[in-house]
């Protein structure tokens, strides 16, 4: 008896696989093969689209020459440039949120250089689609208006908005003898600091996300 109900079993299932594995089957041949493309360009981080569909793509700097850039490549797959902007001075960049607008590329990062004890300084870039670099800010410190006198580095942009009049606004977190600081500033179009904010949120704690409405309000999460 035993044997017949398993073997009852496995005949009801058969259909049921032979309609899953037909399914798979079939949406395998039905994908449509685009492009692909190839180079040593390291591990991605971020990838970017503009009005005309070209892909800016970001990466990490575990190519051959272990630094971090920027690619553009066609609609089609082809490649226009791949650019390094690392700043004088650093021999290491990540990239953490960027934004196309009006014909340029809007990046937030942060550059290191650990042989003269320098990390994660916060990095605004600005880029044409060409792949011209048109401005660059490296903030190394920056006073929390909260507590006086204590200047903390930058470190890693939670946000990045662009407003209608072309103001760049950035939030990231800061870091003080374990003390994490959420900050957000304001730049003009040309990078210069126009306004600033800091929440300190207490020790060994991280920010959630930012959200920028078009009004200028700014809603953000943290711990507790």
Known sequence: VIHKQ????????????????????????????????????????????????NVYIFNDGSNSNGISGMIKLSPSGGQYFNNSYLPAGYTAMQFNNSIYKNGNIYIAGNVSNASQSQYNHLCLLKIDTLGNLINQLVIDTVETTR?????????????LHIDQSNNIHTSFIKVNSGLSIYSFLKFDSILNLIAQF??????????????????GTVYYAGPG
């Not at 299932?13 to 079939?26: A, E, M, N, Q, Y």
């Not at 204590?150 to 890693?156: A, D, L, R, T």
């Not at 800091?198 to 009004?215: E, I, K, R």
Request: aromatic content about 12%.
């Open 6 to 53: 398993t073997n009852m079993r496995i005949l009801i299932l058969i259909p049921f696989l032979s309609l899953l594995f037909t399914v798979h089957t079939v949406n395998a041949q039905n994908t449509p093969a685009l492009w692909k493309h190839s180079c040593n360009c390291g591990a991605m981080e971020m990838m970017l689209l503009d009005t005309n569909q």
């Open 147 to 159: 507590l006086i006198g204590i200047k903390s580095q930058p470190f890693y942009s939670y946000g």
């Open 198 to 215: 800091h929440d300190t949120l207490g020790f060994g704690v991280y920010p959630g996300p930012c959200y920028y409405l078009p009004n």
